[in-house]
T-cell receptor, first 114, second 116 residues
Framework: QKEVEQDPGPLSVPEGAIVSLNCTYS??????FMWYRQYSRKGPELLMY????GNKEDGRFTAQVDKSSKYISLFIRDSQPSDSATYLC??????????????FGKGTLLTVNP | NAGVMQNPRHLVRRRGQEARLRCSPM?????VYWYRQLPEEGLKFMVY????????ESGMPKERFSAEFPKEGPSILRIQQVVRGDSAAYFC??????????????FGEGSRLTVL
């Protein structure tokens, strides 16, 4: 079993839709959870960062972490064509101070159609 | 542009040649990380460096790969005697504080290596 599983999609939605992106993981030591957005041929851009369980909201984006289920989600409200990108989940533990060693999902390709 | 700067953005090498990838961290950041993204794979950690020190190279292939972050100048990822399997996007990231804080990394736009 891979440490982090993410459905690669592709996911295609109409403009204005609510988008739900998810990852599951197997390593219970993970404490830091991130979502990155990566446009084609560009570097990952940090969107959301969450420590441990709970929800975090930033504008149209909401990140949720359920450590008991080892499941994280990113919700995008009122999706826009400019949200079209690959979304990567990433996570790390603080084992030995190695929180910099992110484990990434393979990414979900999202297209928002005008 | 105060972001993480990587160059070259694209590099083509023939098998057996050397590839050198450079990374300048964000202003105020002194910690550099290299990640590799193989086709159809997620990003994988390679190495973590601070100025003049390799902190963690547990993700680096045992042979042909090396990294440095000198006191002056950019961090360099060096791949000797490249093979086709080295074709990938190599991303550099930086952070202002290293171990034990947040794990938030800021990535550059990547260097895409193609080995012919």
């Amino acid at each position: 079993q891979k440490e982090v599983e993410q459905d690669p999609g592709p996911l295609s939605v109409p403009e204005g839709a609510i988008v739900s992106l998810n990852c599951t993981y197997s390593n219970s030591a993970f404490q830091y959870f991130m979502w990155y957005r990566q446009y084609s041929r560009k570097g990952p851009e940090l969107l959301m960062y969450t420590y441990s369980s709970g929800n975090k909201e930033d504008g149209r984006f909401t990140a949720q972490v359920d450590k008991s289920s080892k499941y994280i989600s990113l919700f995008i409200r009122d999706s826009q064509p400019s949200d079209s990108a690959t979304y990567l989940c990433a996570m790390s533990s603080n084992s030995g101070g190695s929180n910099y060693k992110l484990t990434f999902g393979k990414g979900t390709l999202l297209t928002v159609n005008p | 542009n105060a972001g993480v700067m990587q160059n070259p953005r694209h590099l083509v090498r023939r098998r057996g040649q050397e590839a050198r990838l450079r990374c300048s961290p964000m202003k105020g950041h002194s910690h550099v990380y290299w990640y590799r993204q193989l086709p159809e794979e997620g990003l994988k950690f390679m190495v973590y460096l601070q100025k003049e020190n390799i902190i963690d190279e547990s993700g680096m292939p045992k042979e042909r790969f090396s990294a440095e972050f000198p006191k002056e100048g950019p961090s360099i990822l060096r791949i000797q005697q490249v093979v086709r399997g080295d074709s990938a996007a190599y991303f550099c990231a930086s952070s202002p504080i290293g171990q034990g804080v947040t794990g938030e990394l800021f990535f550059g736009e990547g260097s895409r290596l193609t080995v012919l």
